[in-house]
Nanobody, 117 residues
Framework: QVELVESGGGLVQPGGSLQLSCVASRSTFSAYFMGWYRQAPGKQRELVAT???????NYADSVKGRFTISRDNFKNTMYLQMNSLKPEDTAVYYC???????????WGQGTQVTVSS
């Protein structure tokens, strides 16, 4: 079993920045897929950004140029740097990981991001 713990959410004004972190209880050197998703009230969960091991980073069109996903396997941590935040970015943000030899999707508990003046 793997635990993913997100942190870094909060309340920020439009145009502000936040950095989310997702720490895994298993070495992320073996995580062939990691990504950030978000779910706004009354909406389905949607992909924000993905960072496969050795693959191409992918962003949702709505966050391209504003968000940056990265991972530090030595710290078992994935990050999401969010700049130029907009009210429509308000959501609970979840991290997801899939590990080699274990095809289960692991999810964190989520962290709330609220963009409001």
């Amino acid at each position: 079993q793997v635990e993913l713990v997100e942190s870094g959410g909060g309340l920020v004004q439009p145009g502000g920045s936040l950095q989310l972190s997702c720490v895994a209880s298993r070495s992320t050197f073996s995580a062939y897929f990691m990504g950030w998703y978000r779910q706004a009230p009354g909406k389905q969960r949607e992909l924000v950004a993905t960072i496969p091991s050795g693959g191409v980073i992918n962003y949702a069109d709505s966050v391209k140029g504003r968000f940056t996903i990265s991972r530090d396997n030595f710290k078992n941590t994935m990050y999401l740097q969010m700049n130029s935040l907009k009210p429509e970015d308000t959501a609970v943000y979840y991290c997801k990981a899939v590990f080699a030899g274990d095809l289960k999707d692991y999810w964190g508990q989520g962290t709330q991001v609220t963009v409001s003046s």
